[in-house]
């Protein structure tokens, strides 16, 4: 459970025409992680790369057509076979045009519809004045302008149209803006309209004689905006018709085309000759026999497989080429698996922390929260996500384990919902023991990262790196140094006193940082360009790293215990609030609601608090000894089978 999947690195070869075929059949496997095989260090040069960037743009190219036809409509899941891809090139043209068309003729009625309503709130505005647009309209040596302006811009306004013959009628007035008529000579057009422009002018939208048709001037123009909005209401439902009824089609078509994607991307990483081809990759172990069967039958026994355990491999023992990472964890761990990758997976021969990193959650998360009430409600809400968000299964299994953990804590607290007195403590009560509680986070966290550094110990001998495993910043002798310090500490925590006279104080504590110096130095002074002095330094300040690092990480455990407490605390402030509340007129409902609300956002404020802080201890204080997330990410050549119902990943 400790250790990824095994892996091995297979080499594929075929005939060249058997290529397609050949990468049909290990992406219905699913099982290959590609390797970029004319990269590789030992096949550079030897092979060719089969290049086909315009099959690659052209299928990009369809894929970005296919997304502006679904246009953040989320299609289905495809169903039945997939289409072939001349079928998808052409129904995607037609859909296309068709589409556009349709959308075409939206912006076109969008536009009418807006024209009209601005012309209807122009002639809204100038009723009250009297003024007949269709005279203004029908000026021929006169040029008109109506519209509003801030009424402390009209002098500027007079200013700016002093050179040319300009008449200005104020008409209505609305707070600061006012409606204006200015006429000027028809010659005089630019300048009326550039002085217009200068003051802000807004002019009115007014029905002219190009924009209607003889028979539309008929229609009331009330009427006219009615039928336009009419038409682009039921064009938009026509619209979203075709986009529900191409959804299927579409996500078909995607699929289809996504599979081929991968398969052009998939040949760019085969080698070949003139005429054989060459596929190497990262397999399970387990999965190599039925790679063997499916070569099998995609080139009817015309191929060649070689095996390699990763430990074979010079290159993977240099650290040249990593091997990929497959976590290998029971179902209930899923969730932090998750919480794992997110910080990075474990290079090849490490230990993989999935299992101790749920334990320590568990444990941080139940004492931070401990609580029964709150701890079955989490559980309760982990339990409905589980049944009806199958998608979320990860986060509802995390919410029903924590929830289990902090109802066990809260049995061993006596807090149920925050009342303390319905159950007894079957172990303390945090209020009433504080310093008992700040010494258990702060022994949690010596134990947690006393095994961090055993992990990290056990990391380097498993690959092998023996000096970093003994001399390492988290190798053996860091360790007994931390173990030493701890060790008196505990013992100076429990009885006040070290135990031990000054001078035999100083040799168990001094001795292995002494020893620790030593060692850092000698690794200084092996560095070319390093001096002395420099060296020196380097190594005083990783032995005062060591100290401050590891007392600060230790201490930051105290955090479990401030935040128990915190918990305790704040319900202790929503009972009494609810108390004080009870005595006022039509109190008992508002003490329960207050209780009822408090709970509600303990458990969801708090419960969130506590988690990122689970997460901080685990990322910044447990993973800091031992764990560094440089592996890679298994990541498998999967393609739909033509004809299958699920879609192309």
């Not at 060719?48 to 970005?64: H, I, K, N």
Request: aromatic share 6%; net charge neutral.
């Amino acid at each position: 459970m400790m250790r990824p999947v095994p892996m091995q690195r297979v080499l594929l070869l075929a005939p060249r025409t058997d290529l397609a075929a050949l990468i049909d059949a290990v992406g219905s496997l699913g099982a290959v992680h590609l390797l970029d095989l004319p990269d590789q260090e030992s096949w550079r040069g030897a092979v060719a790369r089969p290049e086909a960037p315009d099959a690659r743009r052209a299928l990009l190219d369809r894929l970005r057509r296919i997304d502006a036809l679904l246009r953040f409509h989320a299609p289905p899941p495809p169903e039945g076979p997939l289409p072939a891809l001349p079928d998808v090139d052409r129904a995607v043209d037609e859909w296309s045009a068709e589409v556009d068309a349709l959308r075409e003729r939206r912006v076109q009625l969008r536009e009418r519809a807006e024209r009209l309503e601005r012309v209807q709130r122009g002639l809204a505005s100038l009723a009250p004045s009297g003024v007949d647009p269709a005279r203004l309209g029908a000026l021929r040596f006169l040029h008109a302008a109506c519209g509003w302006i801030d009424e402390r811009e009209l002098p500027r306004l007079e200013e700016s149209l002093a050179r040319i013959v300009h008449g200005v009628t104020r008409l209505e007035r609305r707070g600061a803006r006012r409606l204006v008529l200015v006429v000027s000579l028809a010659r005089d057009r630019e300048a009326l309209q550039r002085a217009l422009r200068g003051v802000g002018f807004e002019r009115l939208a007014l029905p002219s004689d190009g924009d209607v048709s003889p028979e539309e001037a008929e229609v009331p123009l009330a009427e006219r905006v009615d039928t336009a909005r009419e038409q682009l209401a039921g064009l938009e439902a026509q619209l979203a018709a075709r986009r529900d009824e191409l959804a299927a089609p579409l996500a078909a078509a995607r699929a289809a085309s996504e599979r081929e994607l991968l398969r052009v991307e998939a040949a760019a990483l085969v080698g070949s000759s003139a005429c054989v081809a060459f596929l190497s990759g990262w397999v399970p172990r387990a999965r190599v026999a039925a790679l063997r069967s499916a070569a099998d039958r995609a080139t009817a026994g015309r191929f060649h497989l070689r095996v390699e355990d990763p430990r074979s491999i010079d290159a993977v023992r240099r650290g040249a080429e990593e091997v990929p990472i497959l976590f290998r964890n029971p179902a209930f761990l899923r969730p932090f698996e998750a919480l794992v990758a997110a910080f990075g997976r474990p290079r090849w021969g490490e230990l993989d922390p999935t299992a101790l990193v749920a334990v320590s959650f568990w444990t941080m998360f139940g004492l931070m929260f401990g609580d029964v009430g709150h701890g079955a409600v989490l559980a309760a809400l982990g339990g409905w996500m589980l049944r009806r968000m199958p998608a979320r299964r990860d986060l509802a299994l995390a919410l029903v384990q924590c929830g289990i953990s902090s109802a066990l804590f809260g049995f061993a607290f006596g807090s149920v919902f925050g009342r303390e007195d319905w159950i007894p403590a079957l172990w303390f009560r945090p209020m009433e023991d504080v310093g008992r509680l700040l010494r258990i986070g702060a022994a949690f966290g010596l134990v947690l990262l006393s095994l961090g550094f055993a992990l990290g110990v056990v990391n380097a001998l498993l690959r092998r790196a023996w000096r970093e495993a003994v001399l390492g910043p988290h190798g053996a002798l860091a360790a007994a140094v931390y173990w030493t310090a701890a060790a008196l500490g505990l013992r100076w925590l429990a009885s006040g006193e070290a135990g031990l006279e000054a001078g035999r104080l100083a040799l168990v504590l001094g001795a292995p940082l002494a020893l620790f110096w030593a060692c850092s130095l000698a690794s200084e002074l092996r560095e070319p360009a390093a001096g002395r002095i420099e060296a020196l330094f380097q190594s005083a300040i990783h032995v005062i790293e060591l100290l401050v690092r590891s007392i600060a990480n230790t201490v930051s455990f105290v955090r479990l215990a401030a935040f128990a407490v915190s918990h305790a605390g704040l319900l202790v402030a929503v009972f009494s609030l609810a108390q004080t509340v009870s005595t006022t007129a039509g109190g008992s409902v508002l003490g329960v609601l207050v209780i009822v609300i408090g709970n509600v956002a303990v458990v969801a404020l708090e419960g969130l608090i506590v988690s990122i802080q689970a997460v901080r201890l685990v990322y910044y204080e447990f993973f800091s000894k031992f764990y560094e997330g440089l592996g890679l990410e298994y990541r498998p050549l999967r393609l739909a089978p033509l004809g299958a119902k699920e879609e192309a990943t």
